[in-house]
């Protein structure tokens, strides 16, 4: 097990409705240390590729993406949720479903910070069904910039998100992939990874 997986076992609550809780560390109370490890790792994962900008969404994904664009040293940017229309021409926009809230939200980047010379590796706390992931990534092409990999703190591998877009080409990389969780025994299965 690696360390984000030991912690999972640890502190991580899995809630019916396939949600598992880290808010003990990673997404409500922070563990900045164990932040810090993820930026590490994530560095290291992503060291063969060149990196220009961290792409995340708000809001849990800025405590991850934080560390992991001061390891590499570039800018972190982040999407943000939006309700406003008036938009157009000034920023990227993507559609989301949000998984943990149910509902769509714009979410937008604004043109000033994308541009088609990016090498962009885009980081979120969670992959479920994989909205986000795609919203970023059609902010990332909508400005011609290039998505070099994706970082994933946790990949509930029993939902669609891991499939799809690895399916679409893209190489993502998840610290802890859960393959079963459950709720009854608080149980949790982790796939094995190389
Ligand atoms: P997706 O777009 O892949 O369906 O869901 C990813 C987003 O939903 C993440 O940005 C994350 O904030 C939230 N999310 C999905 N599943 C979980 C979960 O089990 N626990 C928590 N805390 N957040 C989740």
Known sequence: MNFLEERIRKDGIV??????????????????????????????????????KV???EASGIAIAYPVAREFGVPMVFAKKSKSINI????????VESFTHKNKNQVIVSKKFLSPD??????DD???????LQGLISITESAGATVEG?????????Q???????????????LAIVDAMDPETGAITFREQP
């Open 15 to 52: 809630k019916p409705g396939h949600i598992l809780k880290v808010d003990s560390f990673l997404n409500h109370q922070m563990d900045i240390a164990l932040l810090d490890e993820i930026g590490r790792e994530f560095k290291r994962r992503f060291s063969d590729v060149p990196v220009t």
């Open 55 to 57: 792409l995340t969404i």
């Open 88 to 95: 157009e021409g000034e920023m990227y926009v993507a559609e």
């Open 118 to 123: 990016d090498h962009v590796l885009i980081i």
């Open 126 to 132: 969670f992959l479920a069904n994989g909205c986000a």
């Open 150 to 158: 994706l970082g994933i703190a946790v990949e509930k591998g029993f």
């Open 160 to 174: 669609i998100g891991g499939k799809i877009i690895r399916n679409l080409g893209y190489r993502l990389e998840s």
